[in-house]
């Protein structure tokens, strides 16, 4: 098989599947492929590009690479909108880590969405998923990436509002969709500026000609051109990958199965974002001024975002807002110029993230689709496979030294504390601090659910599901028992079965070693080569490198080291707040409401978003439609024209007496009116 068709199987097999599950498993076109058909389709499709995948992995780190055209779809002029594909280490490393979460999703969702009507058209769902996320890290020129960008959107908005029939789903879909419009406007007008000054959507054409585009001044400004151009990209990687202020619809888009949670919110869409900046790098180095807002971007979201979570009852939004403070974090490692660390960080967290995810679904199961943490507790006994792999993807993600969490994100911080740009040491605080918030919200969740004792019997919870009339033969104190104890007994929580629990298995696997398997490579190797801007001067990478000694050394230096303690510091205040005296946390509560209440209300970003931006939007409108539409256009320009006619038709009319004096007197009067005006003009 040459490249080019690898190539193409690997985008194309999600897409064959997707559409054949699609077309005849949905009762689209007829129900011809039942639901183990689906699912066994569209896991093959997935398979085989992550098959494929690990092949181009391995053909790239041998040094093949290629860059060509496909298929050109369309010309305008001179100018070529062509499909092709970028197959560098960067684009190579993306399609292995989509490929494997979606493989593992693939699994999982077998076991999660077993009784769901839907079943069928959410694998077509996620399978059309894999393939837009492919076509967008594969692509080689900016048209492609922008139907790969724009793909993922629709597809999340049809993930985001699978269960249509809920209110609460169709507004979180919608309000993914309108806030990823507003990023995709500045996306559209980034790459429309870097087309024409640079008359080619061919990232290689454009990024060779950096140094001159850099020297270009907007019009009409002191702004580089860059500088405008790499701010709207940015823009666009703001809604994407969930940045304050574009992060509020991720959210609530937990509204949607929990595999989607995974898929697109932790390991893949979210992540378009910061892949699109770092492939991009050869043009933000010229950007300065850019690369310091993303810095404080970064670093709000990674602090502040991070401590929302603290506050939240519902176990997916827990692990959403924790969603939002990493993605922070590679936010920052971007403005600092540590790209390689930034992929790096989406490599590890999307494992760790995945499984994260994953076993907060295996839990939601267990609990008979509680989401509520208040109503869980002792959980460990219950279901041992998803304890353990909570375990050690909350390690992970708090940075546990020989975790992969750890190797990511101790170069964070020592990138934004070496940056030398300005935000730099607001960067490196809030991503000190986070270190501490990341290991307390992660552990209270632990706790919350896993420890402490049984909060399952209450009436939220599995003794909501008993039916009170199987008991009426008994009375008084004895009906009630049977109630408590029947709904004890039939709603105790289960482990998930085998198609759930082993794609935990894998990534819990994958969140330990990951950064083990890669750290050396990709910081310290020369595994990217060309396909994004290494800067080996950098001064914090460059430290690092003189006092790299493999991973043991440094894993073992870690644990000596202040962000362990800050770690370890989390974990001891979440186990004595939400486990030895949960009168804590509600006494801070009390004491500090007005922290507390701006935590609840999401630091009040819905809030501004409802009343300021809405309201004035609203506002706007009706006034475009009163002033502009009713008064000026219907008003003046559409029936004042008529009533003109319609005077002028009127007065015509009354000139039309039928009389010959009356036209004759006209004439007269015509002809003196003429030769006035004629003799004024002639002197």
Known sequence: MSPQSLYLLIALAPLATAVVAGFFATGFMGSWISRRGAHLLTILGVAVSFIGSLVVLQQVMGGHTFDGTIYVWSMIGTVKFEVGFLIDPLTALMMVVVTFVSLMVHVYTIGYMADDRGYNRF??????????????????????????????????????????????????????????????VGFVLGIGLLYAYSGTLHYADIFAQADKLAAITFPGTDWHMLTVACLCLFVGAMGKSALAPLHVWLPDSMEGPTPISALIHAATMVTAGIFMVARFSPVFEHAQNVLSFILIIGAFGALFLGLIALVQTDIKKVVAYSTLSQLGYMAVALGASA?????????????????????????????????DMRHMGGLRKYMPITWITTLIGSLALAGMPFFSGFYSKEHIVEAAGAAGIWGANFAYFC????????????????????????????????????????????????????????????GLPKESPWVVTVPLIALAFMSVVAGVWFIQPLLFGDFFGHSITVLPQHPAMADMAGEWHGWVAFGLHGLTSVPFLLLVAGFVVAWYCWLINPRVPE??????????????????????????????????????????????????MVNGTARMVGLAAATGRLLQSGYIYHYAFAMIIGIMVFLTFFVLMVH
């Open 123 to 184: 694998f077509s769902y996620i399978s059309l998923f894999t393939f837009s996320m492919l076509m967008l890290v594969m692509s080689n020129n900016m048209m492609q990436i922008f139907f790969g960008w724009e793909a993922v959107g629709l597809v999340s908005y049809l993930l985001i509002g699978f269960y249509y029939g809920r209110p609460s789903s169709v507004f979180a879909s919608l309000k993914a969709f309108l806030v990823n419009r507003v990023g995709d």
């Open 339 to 371: 790209y390689q660390v930034a992929i790096f960080h989406l490599m590890t967290h999307a494992f760790f993230k995945a499984l994260l995810f994953l076993t907060a679904g295996s839990v939601i199961l267990g609990m008979h689709h509680d989401q």
């Open 587 to 636: 006494a801070f509560a009390r004491s500090l409401a007005w922290v507390y209440r701006a935590l609840v209300e999401k630091l009040y970003f819905d809030w501004f978003n409802e009343q300021v931006v809405a309201r004035a939007i609203r506002g706007l409108g009706h006034g475009l439609w009163q002033r502009g539409d009713r008064h000026l256009i219907d008003g003046i």
């Open 431 to 490: 991503t000190f601090a986070g270190l501490f918030v990341t290991s307390l919200y992660s552990f209270r969740l632990y706790f919350l659910v896993f420890h402490g004792k049984e909060r399952f019997d209450l009436e939220h919870g599995p003794k909501a599901l008993v039916h009170e009339e199987d008991f009426e033969p008994l009375e008084g104190e004895a009906r009630e028992h049977a109630i408590a104890e029947q709904a004890h007994h039939h």
